[in-house]
């Protein structure tokens, strides 16, 4: 069966410290995978998504990026956090289109 | 494009119904529905492909218009389990871009 795993569940870190999130899906080939930001109360907001190994698109101009090193593996990083950057973040994937997305159980990041 | 959803909130009593609409402005691929507790990831519902589709769950049920611009849930006899965030996601083209409208607090009470 499938899983997705994303880590860490929390994360505390300083304003300009960088950031490294971890999304790994397991028991399928080539998924489509999503992160997702949502602020405390509102919507999810799509961040990247990618179709394959290296193929990024970026949906929001901030100062956060995405890579997809490996077929089941999608990182998301920054340099230097702002205190905007604060929310809960969800990894998704999915197979193909029209199908269901599959989430993790998030990351909440906090900037201080 | 995001879709856009309304109500933004309802508040019910149990065993009271209700309906949160999903719209975009041009034709889509599918429409996703999920229910999100509070802390908790999404969790899926149901998917909508086809212009006219209507699908049930429980006493959670969905439409998708003709034209592919417009869908509907629908919460009949609510429970107290119904409680969340709902979230339509939607699918403009091929390109597996997946995006979600702002969602519906639904708060059921007693």
């Known amino acids: 069966s499938q899983t997705i795993h994303q880590w860490p569940a929390t994360l505390v870190q300083p304003v300009g410290s960088p950031l490294s999130l971890e999304c790994t899906v397991e028991?399928?080939?080539?998924?489509?995978l999503y992160w997702y930001r949502q602020a405390a109360g509102r919507g999810l907001q799509l961040l990247f998504y990618s179709v394959g190994i290296g193929q990024i698109s970026s949906e929001v101009p901030q100062n956060l990026s995405a890579s997809r090193p490996q077929d089941r593996q999608f990182i998301l990083s920054s340099k230097k956090l702002l205190l905007s950057d604060s929310g809960f973040y969800l990894c998704?994937?999915?197979?193909?289109?029209?199908?269901?997305?599959?989430f993790g159980q998030g990351t909440r990041l906090t900037v201080v | 494009q995001q879709p856009v959803q309304s109500p933004q909130a309802v508040i019910l009593r149990e065993g009271e119904d209700a309906v949160i609409n999903c719209s975009s402005s041009k034709a889509l691929y599918s429409v996703h529905w999920y229910r999100q507790k509070h802390g908790e990831a999404p969790v899926f519902l149901m998917i909508l492909l086809k212009g006219g589709e209507q699908k049930g769950h429980e006493k959670i049920s969905a439409s998708f218009n003709e034209k592919k611009q417009q869908s509907s849930l629908y919460l009949t006899a609510s429970q107290l389990s119904y409680s969340g965030t709902y979230f339509c996601g939607t699918e403009e083209g091929s390109n597996y871009k997946l995006t979600f409208g702002k969602g519906t607090l639904l708060t059921v009470n007693p």
């Open positions: 028991g399928t080939s080539n998924p489509n």
């Open positions: 998704a994937w999915k197979t193909g289109g029209n199908t269901e997305a599959f």
